[in-house]
């Protein structure tokens, strides 16, 4: 072999290695970006379960109930934020319809309110806690069967004999 084809030869090898060496950094600066985003996204879920508890602790605190929220959510959705009943386009972990929207932000307009719900935030389990709250507190639903019966069938479902299944299965949720 001459000294013109083995320098080159040689010199196409250093570099192949160099590449592949710097392939191998960056995989594996790759995989540790992966690992980085799984922790965080860890972390974020942890940070979502966290609000959640104290939203419902807050909730149950402030209304005398006891784990009512976490009991209707368990009943609605079994704690699934991505729950969809599509029969009646229930979203989320209250499962609520349009209509429940529509009645939160009728409300709001009437206590001259700028907030305003969509559709989508029916998705969000804190939107979707903070249109509760308001649906309780303007129809002045004060014990567990209420708030339970009414959430399940309107303003009304005191007096509607088919919320009383709904209430009795929130109801053996509860520790009462």
Known sequence: MDYRTT????????VLFMFMN?????????HRLDSKDLIIDS??????TLQW???IYDYNHKNNTTH?????????????DSAYNASEDAVGCLQIRKC??????????KQNSLLR?????RWM???????????????????AEEIARCWNGGPRGMHNEMTVGYWKKVSNKLDI
């Not at 320098?7 to 250093?14: R, T």
């Not at 972390?43 to 979502?48: A, P, R, S, V, Y």
């Open 22 to 30: 710097e392939t191998s950094k960056v995989n594996q600066l790759q």
């Open 43 to 48: 972390l974020k879920h942890e940070i979502d």
């Open 7 to 14: 320098v080159p030869v040689i010199l196409l090898i250093m």
């Open 125 to 143: 389990r804190h939107k979707s806690v903070q249109m509760f709250q308001i649906y309780c507190k303007h129809y002045n639903l004060n014990t």
């Open 100 to 109: 429940m929207v529509n009645d939160v932000n009728r409300i709001l307009r």
């Open 68 to 80: 009512l929220l976490s009991a209707i959510m368990f009943v609605e959705s079994s704690y699934d």
């Open 117 to 121: 719900f969509s559709y989508d935030d």
């Open 53 to 55: 508890e104290y939203e």
